[in-house]
């Protein structure tokens, strides 16, 4: 459950506390039996029928292969597939039914772009990074987070601004290695949920 304050643009009310229950939780495990009721049973029955009705052509559809290094994270009518994420090899899915993910497990590796970062002695400073990151569980950043290397982007240009900007310029030159520790902490702490 996450809380938020939000304000009010009108002036009714001065903030607003917004609830929000349904995101879900990476911990928890996740079963596509669990939860169809009838209609999506009548959905997964009608799906199998017509690949057989059309199974030469289907077939193509319904076959896909995951390679060594991703992993698919497979949905059925919008809920996981049991046994979590997939792969590496060659997958049956439904048409019209099942939506297939595939999740890079190799290491990625990005460049901060050069920002200007005025430091806490008030000097302009032109700065960049190099960022390595690698995806451990598939399922929780597939469901925690829309884009997980674009939201780490933006993250570590942030964490780069905001960490130079309380340091002076001398701390900047003299203390490159314990800057770099300080943000793959924060960088760690903020991506542990995907």
Known sequence: MIKSTVPDL?????????????????DAKYSAEEGFGFCGHVLIGLSYFMLFMGLPFTLCCCMKVVQEYQRAVIFRLGR????GAKGPGLFFILPCIDNLVTVDLRTITFDVPP???LTKDSVTVTVDAVVYFRIFDPVASVIN???????????????LRNILGTK????????????????QEILDDATDVW
């Open 10 to 26: 009108y002036g009714k009310n001065k903030n607003k506390q917004v609830v929000f229950n349904d995101i879900p939780n990476s």
């Open 145 to 159: 987070v829309e884009n997980a290397q674009y939201s780490t982007r933006l993250l570590a240009a942030t964490t």
């Open 115 to 117: 920002q200007e970062i």
């Open 168 to 183: 002076t310029l001398q701390e900047v030159l003299q203390d490159r290695e314990s800057l770099a520790h300080h943000m």
């Open 80 to 83: 996981i597939l049991t046994g």
